[in-house]
């Protein structure tokens, strides 16, 4: 019973604003990230039960704010839902509305749970932009990293690349803290404010390092990817503003 208190309260009570998921003031952060997988036909369920704890939360003052994204792509209904911590030390900390709110979740949200899926991650705010406030969805790519000295290396380069010639990196990464066998080493999220603005023709990552330094250079680094790089691996999520609290 403790062990599925705690994984109630990491899951549904320290949620904090995605917005605030970015590289600020070139700080690193923890990123608590739960991969929620719901049961097959029990979605419209699942929904219902957040909302209850979502009113519930309101209810009893809770102070936080998050935002809760559904996956696109892949087999079945999964949901992601993250935290933020400024230092591990936050993980001591827990939410007193859990108290008032944990027979709503206990009795409407975990029945429709097939499984949860929990990692964090630390920011990398020397690659990373920050995201904007218009965020409807983001194209999330994961990486299994044999070399992290040599993929680091790259990202920086090429993220240097796309800078000098955007203004911005494109992307928010993270260096993942752990895990199962599994787990991703590191992953990079994408901003968009909606569909139609992936639509937008743009020159690829690998293009304007090209374009940088040379098609020489940029062969070399490409075959050092290849050597760092085990496995890669992309969904798309879209926010679900009706369960989040902005």
């Known amino acids: 019973m403790k062990t599925m208190k705690l994984m109630i309260t990491t899951v549904f009570v320290a949620f904090i604003s995605i917005s605030m998921l970015t590289a600020q003031n070139n700080e690193s952060i923890l990123l608590s990230v739960s991969e929620i997988t719901v ?4 979605n ?5 039960g957040v909302k209850k ?3 519930c939360y309101l209810e009893n003052d809770g102070k936080e704010s998050w935002n809760i994204w559904r996956r696109v ?3 079945g209904t999964v949901y992601i839902m993250a935290s933020v911590m400024a230092n591990w030390a936050e993980m001591d900390i827990v939410d007193p509305v859990n108290k008032d709110c944990y027979t709503t979740v206990l009795n409407f949200i975990m029945p429709h749970v097939e499984k949860v899926n929990y990692n964090i991650a630390r920011s990398m705010p020397e690659f990373s932009r920050d995201m904007p406030e218009d ?8 990486f299994k ?4 000295t040599a993929f680091r290396e790259i990202i920086s380069a090429v993220s240097s690349s796309i800078k ?3 203004g911005i990196t494109r992307g928010i ?3 993942y803290m752990g895990g199962a066998l599994d787990a991703a080493d590191y992953m990079v999220s994408t901003p968009y404010s909606g569909f139609a603005q992936m639509d937008i023709k743009r020159d690829s990552p690998w293009k304007i390092y090209e374009n940088a330094v040379g098609k020489k250079k940029a062969d070399e680094m490409g075959k050092k990817w290849d050597a760092a790089v085990d496995a890669a691996w992309s969904h798309i999520y879209t926010l679900n503003t009706e369960l989040s609290n902005q």
């Open 73 to 75: 792509q892949g087999e």
């Open 135 to 142: 965020t409807k969805l983001v194209w999330v790519t994961f």
């Open 44 to 48: 419209a369920q699942f929904m219902e």
């Open 53 to 55: 704890w979502k009113e």
């Open 173 to 175: 990464w993270y260096d």
């Open 39 to 42: 049961k097959q036909g029990h």
């Open 145 to 148: 990293v044999n070399d992290g």
């Open 164 to 166: 000098a010639k955007e």
